[in-house]
């Protein structure tokens, strides 16, 4: 019969908020209680070193290249051995998108994503963080890499010393 | 001191607790509101001001002293300013006559409990509750809004409803314990509450006492997802503040009505009988907040229809009813 339908359906709903007065909420007490973040959460953008402990970065410009809201730029120079470097490095985060473009075309896996989302700031300018700031004592998500080591780039020692890499032909003798 | 200075500071210090006891009663039962409907979505509720949120009150009021008090240009000023005093007001002259504990003896004189024991304490129940609707209606008239003058009438097509249906729910009450007076009214619940012996009255009281604090199931007059706020849509500020106010004291005042004509004022065993008296009206508070949390608004003609076409006609055979029984079994009324 409707009529006894419609009393159910108004005195049931009455049991549910009830059960539900007395079940745990499901909020996550942020700033007291924090979600770990899954372990591959791209958030605030690092700047790696290589075994070395120098500065993995080339100055190539492919990050601010790939960058789709243009928040890295950076000035390049080159140190003694012909060691490219950036002069400065800038990332503007009050821009950045987290989409970890930049660290996908970085050649040398300088510019890294970690997990750190806190760093928000009320002052806009508080989010521009320059090279100091970026940089980390470590290698990152890869300690091992070490791009001079591999890149057939005579900056580490001569060419044709580096791990799997075959001394420079002379292209002379090629000739027929 | 004379007497009658001394039964003249008697009322005032009574006057003065009852106005602390409701002000802060009211602010507390937004908190406890607030807190209530958030643990049944699962949420915690506001628990950043104090221990447990305990202070969030007293924030709110801040903010609303603090808040700008815009004046809408063509709304007309004078109604405007005293609609919110009129729906805080009414809510707060009804517990003149509500009853919360026995007399007491001090100083040796009896004190009664009540500011002032009405030998009409009912009809001044029902009359300041419908005085009341004119805050919404003038309210919603004086700001020139649409949607606060839709607001306002449907507060008054929503009074018309469910008034008689109150009234009517009130009479097997008086009948029972033959006076309109509120502590007879008590007194003659020693034995056993209304709500067990006339449990037909005690629902279409509820239903009547839901639609009369405007809260969601009946809140037809704010009606957020269609109305923005309903009649206070152009308030702000402690204009705003005093509607609302006035609104959970209203709640207040109607869990205490409930109590005292249907719940047996202050009778219980074991406990004082004020803090009876308190449970009771906290109980019925919590039921409407439950309610609130469980059920959805009735369309506006919805209610029309279930007022005079279910409850008047079920309120005035329960009149019949229960004047009958009473004639057959003592017939000295």
């Known amino acids: ?176 | 001191m004379s007497d009658l200075a001394l039964d003249l500071l008697f009322i005032l210090v009574k006057l003065g607790l009852i106005f602390f006891v409701l002000l802060t009663g009211a602010a507390y039962l937004v908190l406890a509101e607030r807190k209530i409907l958030a643990r049944m979505q699962l949420r915690h509720g506001p628990n950043r001001v104090g221990p447990f949120g305990l202070m969030q009150p007293l924030a709110d009021l801040i903010k609303l002293l603090t808040k700008e008090d815009f004046i809408p240009p063509a709304s007309d000023r004078f109604i405007f300013f005293i609609a919110p005093g009129l729906a805080a007001v009414t809510a707060l002259l009804t517990f003149a006559v509500v009853p919360f504990a026995p007399d007491l003896e001090l100083f040796g004189r009896t004190v009664p409990m009540v500011v002032s024991d009405l030998n009409i304490g009912v009809l001044y129940f029902l009359g300041l509750s419908s005085l009341g609707v004119y805050g919404v209606a003038l309210g919603g008239w004086a700001s020139n809004s649409k949607y606060a003058l839709l607001g306002g009438i449907r507060g008054l097509s929503q009074l018309i409803s469910y008034e008689l249906a109150m009234g009517l729910s009130v009479v097997p009450v008086v009948l029972a314990a033959k006076s309109f007076s509120l502590t007879d009214i008590v007194e003659a619940q020693a034995g056993m509450p209304f709500a067990l012996t006339n449990p037909l009255a005690f629902l279409i009281f509820m239903i009547s006492v839901a639609a009369e604090s405007k809260r969601i199931p009946f809140d037809i007059p704010e009606a957020e997802n269609e109305l923005v706020a309903g009649f206070h849509t152009e308030y702000s500020g402690m204009r705003f503040g005093l509607f609302f106010v006035g609104e959970y004291i209203n709640m207040i005042i109607l869990g205490a009505m409930t109590a005292v004509l249907f719940l047996g004022g202050w009778h219980g065993p074991f406990l004082p009988p004020f803090l009876w008296f308190c449970l009771k009206v906290g109980a019925v508070a919590f039921f409407f907040i439950w309610m609130r949390g469980t059920l959805p608004r009735l369309r506006y003609d919805q209610l029309m229809h279930f007022g005079w076409k279910l409850l008047i006609p079920l309120a005035l055979l329960n009149v019949l009813v229960t004047g009958a029984v009473h004639l057959w079994l003592g017939g000295t009324a």
Request: with cysteine.
């Open chain 1, 1 to 176: 019969m409707r009529f006894w339908r419609d009393v159910r359906g108004t005195v049931e709903p009455f049991w549910v908020t009830l059960r539900n007065l007395l079940r745990r909420p499901v909020t996550i007490q942020y700033p007291e209680e924090k979600r770990p973040p899954a372990p591959r959460y791209r958030a605030r953008i690092l700047l790696t070193r290589d075994p070395g402990g120098k500065e993995r970065c080339v100055a190539c410009y492919l990050c601010s290249a790939a960058c789709p809201v243009d928040c890295i730029s950076m000035q390049s120079s080159e140190g003694e051995g012909g060691r490219r470097y950036a002069a400065w490095f800038r990332i503007n985060f009050s821009r950045c998108i987290f989409c970890g473009l930049c660290a996908e075309a970085c050649p040398t896996k300088a510019i890294q994503m970690s997990p750190d989302y806190e760093i928000c700031s009320d002052e806009p300018l508080k989010l521009v963080w320059e090279k100091e700031d970026l940089l980390i004592p470590g290698g990152g998500k890869d300690p091992d890499y070490d791009f001079y080591a591999h890149a057939g780039v005579g900056v580490d020692g001569p060419r044709g010393s580096h791990a799997d890499e075959m001394a420079p032909t002379d292209f002379r003798s090629n000739l027929p």
